[in-house]
């Protein structure tokens, strides 16, 4: 009967990585940050590149893609760069010659780091859906650093397959490339969060009582939606009026004080209802002078609340009679607005700390 071989000793594992071995995760967990986009300059070809992008996606249009991909690339793409410049043209930070969205992005991620920092095991990165930095180039920096756990947070507290699904679509797109994938958990809609809306309420507040007048009415504007994508079971539209009927009740105002509208429809479509640019004009025909105006469904401030709330819809409401209005700032990287995305942030970590 032949000999068993001798047992061998028990040693550390990485004894047993035979030379040339790729390095070993080191069991981090990764946090990414991940908002809509922005592009790279105001340039025709840098907005061109952008809006190419954003407009290809399937989540954002869901028409004939025959018939979009001609009207994308023979019609929109060839006059809506140079209009869509002048908007972010009107508001880049000028300073660090990048838009407010990735100037507000960037230190969302650093001061979230900051908070985490006696904890080292917690990487925390930000990503763009469209533009740069990619979704796929930071989900590849947090797994070369050793991140086994990567939290993907879509900064959409109101959920929509039109950003919140597509900023997933993206991640799990470079997942898809990988072989050794880290596991993955997704911060889910936050709308109705009470650290959410109890931040809503005190930066309304706040807001509101730099003013040195006191508005009649408050709109809460959100990002429109196609009806159609409602009409299919997009739960957007409900998560909106949810999150305004809580910060309603939080503020113990009444529907006639905060109203409930919709920004940003495009092509010829009908979209969610009211509108924001006609219920300003409307209000102001109807006699309102003080008019604020705030936008729960943005992480941060960007071309849609910077220049075409604060700039087109002051404007709107100005030349119609209106006297007084303000676009009041979004989370951003506030206090408040920090607090929301660090306690969902630790919510979500739970068990993997």
Not at 8 to 14: N, R, V
Not at 47 to 54: Q, V
Not at 260 to 276: D, I, V
Not at 289 to 309: H, M, Q, R, S, Y
Request: charged share 25%.
């Amino acid at each position: 009967m032949n000999e068993m071989p001798p047992k061998a000793s028990f040693q550390p594992e990485a004894r047993f990585v035979p030379e040339g071995h790729p390095d070993l995760p080191i069991n981090r967990v990764g946090v990414l940050l991940i908002n809509l986009g922005t592009p790279d300059g105001t340039d025709y070809w840098s907005m061109r590149r952008y809006l190419k992008e954003f407009l290809s996606d399937r989540r954002v249009i869901e028409t004939n893609r025959v018939l979009w991909w001609f009207i994308l690339n023979v019609i929109v793409l060839t006059k809506r760069p140079f209009s869509s410049g002048e908007a972010y043209r009107s508001i880049w930070n000028e300073a660090l010659d990048e838009s407010p969205l990735r100037t507000i992005s960037r230190s969302q991620a650093e001061k979230m780091g900051a908070a985490f920092q006696d904890r080292p095991a917690v990487i925390v990165d930000w990503a763009m859906r469209y533009g740069t930095p990619s979704t796929k180039s930071r989900i590849e920096h947090l797994k070369a650093q050793g991140c086994d756990r990567i939290l993907l947070f879509p900064l959409y507290p109101q959920y929509s397959a039109a950003t919140t699904a597509t900023a997933c679509d993206k991640a799990f797109d470079a997942l898809k490339e990988m072989r050794w994938q880290p596991a993955v958990r997704v911060v889910p809609a936050y709308h109705d969060d009470p650290v959410y809306i109890e931040a809503l309420a005190q930066s309304l507040k706040g807001g509101l009582a730099a003013l040195d007048w006191e508005p009649e009415v408050v709109l809460a504007s959100y990002h429109g939606l196609p009806v159609e994508y409602f009409e299919k079971g997009d739960p957007y539209h409900c998560h909106c009026a949810k999150t305004t009927r809580l910060l309603r009740e939080a503020l113990g105002w009444d529907e006639g004080r905060l109203r409930m509208t919709f920004q940003s429809r495009f092509g010829k479509a009908e979209w969610l209802q009211p509108y924001t640019d006609k219920t300003v004009e409307g209000l102001a025909r109807d006699g309102v002078k003080n008019l604020a105006v705030i936008t729960p469904g943005f992480a941060a401030d960007c071309v849609e609340t910077l220049e075409e709330i604060a700039g087109e819809n002051g404007e709107i409401f100005h030349e119609h009679g209106g006297e007084n209005f303000a676009a009041l700032p979004c989370l951003n990287d506030s206090e408040e607005g920090m607090r929301v995305l660090n306690a969902l942030v630790e919510r979500e970590l739970q068990g993997w700390l």
